[in-house]
């Protein structure tokens, strides 16, 4: 019999077994961490907290990281909740968006970034 083809779990004494290869190929694909969706109308509101750019439009502002949103939606959020009474002057006259729901919708995207630090940040406008 032919010493290569050896039992498995016989050794092969002319192998080198001190040093060894792995070779992987993997792909990354996007996965999403956190989806969050807002009406427009709170526009004025985000303005007004000044994170309108950081929550519709960060591509503009150069924002490509999650990490890049924690510290503008942290001030932001803190500027909303301040002055409830200001923020909630500014609700959609149409009925569609809340001061609460822009307060919720900045306060779990915060929490994610703050999770989620190196994720990509897209938006769908």
């Not at 999403?32 to 950081?54: E, P, Q, R, S």
């Not at 502002?61 to 909303?80: C, D, N, Q, W, Y």
Request: proline share 9%; glycine share 8%.
């Amino acid at each position: 019999p032919d010493p290569l083809d050896a039992s498995p779990l016989t050794p092969d004494p002319r192998r080198h077994t001190a040093m060894s290869l792995d070779v992987y190929l993997d792909e990354l694909q996007p996965v999403a961490v956190f989806d969050g969706n807002i009406t427009h109308n709170l526009n004025k509101m985000a303005d007004a907290a000044g994170i309108y750019k950081h929550l519709w439009r960060p591509d503009e502002i150069g924002v490509t990281k999650a990490h890049e949103l924690i510290g503008p939606l942290r001030e932001g959020l803190s500027r909303l909740t301040a002055d409830p009474g200001f923020f909630g002057a500014l609700e959609p006259e149409n009925g569609y968006g809340s001061y609460s729901g822009l307060v919720e919708f900045v306060a779990s995207y915060l929490e994610a970034c703050e999770a989620h630090p190196h994720a990509d940040v897209r938006v769908s406008r």
